[in-house]
């Protein structure tokens, strides 16, 4: 990570499988048209957004390092960042939702560092710097979002994702990227976005992470905050678009109050939204958010909690009531009276309390699968981890013992207990035992020939959730994306056109003051004379000197764009807006 981003306290405290996401900003990639884009969108966003947004986005932008003339260097945010107490990373696009919301747990934003094109100015279906740079960082200057930011994150990455969740973030992955990569096959692009349609429309009963995704879009992407006859501007997404900030304060977009029913609201990455939710204050967002991590299995557990597990298909963890933390892929369970009597893993499984493996439980100890009883001993009122010494041993519950304990939803372990384990309270969270079997009525669910049963104590389940206890108990660095961004070779013409950008940069700049203005206008109105964006800039530096003759050459040559390509007509003259009232941007 040293080659990529100058660290602090912050990114310092970062777990080693989040690091496989971070890559190198290269800031020396971007282009002078690049810089231009940045420009335009920020002049032009920050010009609308300072009647619109709320009060804390213009304070941000000065507060988080991100300035209106420059893509933001992210060796320069995280010195000033890490004074409000976060930090930012670069990433490649779209990153799996899980560890999107841990990097936010650990306050730091996750910044896709490409930049749209040109042609994608407006929007982009891809993240981009503009979005995540000049929408997200401004925001978390408030206090109080900002711990709303980290809290929905702490939550969010422990939420149960299906296994089409997987499938579907890859999908769109691969569309956000084909969309914004240059000359794409429009067939190509149809075909993805039928693909991200049809899972989309075939998704089934939606799991935790798709619920809390949705919270996440209408709140910290799309998310409107005031009254509903006079809303502000926070979220991201709309601060980042300099189309539908202005859009989406029209009668055209219906304003609804923000409820925990904005967790079944889906919405379409690709098209502006019909609806958005307007949130009193900033708490409120908090108070929602609670009441959502209520449902949630990490903090009900319990059956449903196993079950969502196992319709993950992917790596997760149930806390027991001792505190004992069973972590492995879960595949079975059987249940009784609407309540699991035992569950099962497959594969490499890990044991730990309170985050921390227990020694000797790692997955090279259990690599087979972990089964496990659950409830109360049949006759018994008192549970097992509430049983002194001199209970256990009244129950026949002591080293060196053969013993047959029944369960109360018909689970028999037989055995000779070797061992047992104890937390810091003292109750026993796990009894080891020699020649055992486990039955549930006359299903085998363990032979002796399988070695050590490592009986797992716990009355019931009182949380399941993504991920692994212990962070260290399993190779988590495995991310590789389906799909990467793309990036073509430019051609001679695009490189002759970069170098006419940077020469009215370096104008602008004061670093070269002998460039030829006039010259640079003949060279794109000969060879690129449906370029828009240079002649904005070219106008802005002729208007200020009172250059009339240079400024009334330039609006021909626009005029003529625009007769041409009229698509750009309104980009041009939002420009030209700008520019003509004089407007001095911070």
Known sequence: MSNSIESNPILNRLPKHLLQFIKPQN?????????????????KNVDFL?????????????????????????????RILKDIGWAAVAVDGFIPPNAFMEF??????????????????????????????????????????????RRFGEIGCKAISSAKDHELYEAVRYLSIIKEAPNTDEKAIAFAEKKVEDLQNNMGEPSEMALIRNLHWWTVEYGLIGTLENPKIYGAGLLSSIGESAWCMTDDVK????????????????????QLFVTPDFAHLSLVLEEFANTMAVRKG???????????????????????????????????????????????????????????????????GFGLPIGKLKGINLAIEAMSPRDLRAYNIYEEKNVTL??????????????????LQGKIILISFNKCTVKHGDTVLFKPEQGIYDMAIGKNIVSAFSGPADLNSFDLITHVPSSKTIHIKKTSGQQKLETLYQQVRDYREGKNRTISRTKVLEALIENHPTDWLLPVELYELAFIGNETKLCEAI???????????????????DGLGIVMKKIKVD
Not at 27 to 33: K, L, P, Q, V
Not at 62 to 76: A, C, E, F, H, R
Not at 125 to 144: F, K, L, R, V
């Open 27 to 43: 800031y020396a990639d971007y282009s002078a048209i690049d810089q231009a884009v940045w420009r335009y969108v920020m002049r």
């Open 50 to 78: 300072k009647t619109v947004a709320h009060e804390s986005y213009i304070d941000g932008l000065k507060q988080t390092g991100v300035l209106v003339d420059s893509i933001p260097n992210m060796y320069g945010m995280n």
């Open 104 to 149: 936010q747990a650990y306050n730091v934003l996750v910044i896709a560092s490409d930049i749209r094109q040109l042609e994608h100015i407006g929007y982009t279906p891809a993240p981009d710097i503009i979005h995540e740079g000049a929408g997200h960082a401004p925001i978390i200057a408030n206090p109080e979002y900002a711990e709303y930011l």
């Open 255 to 274: 304003k609804l109050p923000y409820t925990i029913e904005a967790t079944y609201k889906d919405f379409d990455i690709t098209k502006p939204q019909p």
């Open 302 to 368: 319990g059956l449903s909690g196993v079950t969502k597990l196992i319709r993950s298909e992917a790596l997760g963890t149930v806390e027991l009531s001792t505190g004992l933390q069973i972590s492995g892929v879960f595949t079975h369970v059987i249940e009784a009276k609407g309540n699991p009597i035992y569950i099962q893993t497959s594969g490499e499984t890990a044991l730990s309390y309170r985050e921390k493996e227990l020694v000797g439980h790692g997955k090279s100890t259990h690599k087979n």
């Open 406 to 423: 029944e369960f109360e939803g018909g689970i028999t372990v037989s055995g000779d207990i070797i061992t047992g384990k104890r937390n």
């Open 555 to 573: 609006l021909n040559h626009l005029e003529t764009i625009k007769q041409n390509k009229p698509e750009v007509g309104r980009l041009i003259d």
